[in-house]
């Protein structure tokens, strides 16, 4: 069955860095993209970006261009996404979630990353 | 970027009833609606995509309406598994944006 494995709960300092990996199996993983969902504790759901297993090609939200880097390694079928200068409301759990493209559903995700952002 | 709103934000409701919620877009996104289910501590869950086709192994209690501004997920019968938080999304544009949620208990 299709499915994404996400890597496990991190905890940070804020101005660190984290990267959460997203493992796929069950699909040919060029077929599709990759977009990474966030969401803070008791809110809703943000957009982050997406990124194509095909081509590397990218599209992230505004309010994060600069400090977000979304990469897939096609020999492993793992998405990756690292964030960087992090601050305490970046606190979240982080979904990866497949898609065909930018203006596409999405489906399956993983089972959710939480990164605590602490000093 | 494109807004969507939900109503209502939460709704009490008793097993076996019909539950309607809707979604409106601050602009036309003709049909690229999607729903999710989430329960607490879980990934959302793809329900209907583009605005009224059912993903598969999703029970045909389920229904999506609607198109350019407003749209509607209807549960037909509740049942008790049903009772989570559930946000419409639209995908006409970037970046993709989800309504609020609407908490849905029992009541």
């Known amino acids: 069955q299709v499915q994404l494995v996400q890597s496990g709960a991190e905890v940070k300092k804020p101005g660190a860095s984290v990267k959460v990996s997203c493992k796929a199996s069950?699909?040919?993983?060029?077929?599709?993209?990759i977009s990474w969902v966030r969401q803070a504790p008791g809110q809703g759901l943000e957009w982050m970006g997406w990124?194509?297993?095909?081509?590397?090609?990218?599209n992230y939200a505004q309010k994060l261009q600069g400090r977000v880097t979304m990469t897939t390694d096609t020999s492993t079928s793992t998405a990756y996404m690292e964030l960087r200068s992090l601050r305490s409301d970046d606190t979240a759990v982080y979904y990866c979630?497949?898609?065909?493209?930018?203006?596409?559903?999405?489906?399956?995700w993983g089972q959710g990353t939480l990164v605590t952002v602490s000093s | 970027d494109i807004q969507m709103t939900q109503s209502p934000s939460s709704l009490s409701a008793s097993v076996g009833d019909r539950v309607t919620i809707t979604c409106r877009a601050s602009?036309?996104?003709?049909?690229?609606l999607n729903w999710y289910q989430q329960k607490p501590g879980k990934a959302p869950k793809l329900l209907i995509y583009?605005?009224?086709s059912l993903q598969s192994g999703v029970p045909s209690r389920f229904s999506g309406s609607g198109s350019g501004t407003d749209f509607t997920l209807t549960i037909s019968s509740l049942q008790p598994e049903d009772f989570a938080t559930y946000y419409c999304?639209?995908?006409?544009?970037?970046?993709?944006?989800f309504g609020q949620g609407t908490r849905l208990e029992i009541k």
């Open positions: 979630a497949r898609a065909r493209t930018t203006g596409n559903w999405f489906d399956p």
């Open positions: 069950g699909y040919t993983f060029t077929s599709y993209g």
């Open positions: 990124i194509s297993a095909y081509n590397g090609n990218t």
């Open positions: 602009q036309s996104i003709s049909s690229y």
């Open positions: 583009a605005a009224s």
């Open positions: 999304q639209q995908s006409y544009s970037t970046p993709c944006t």
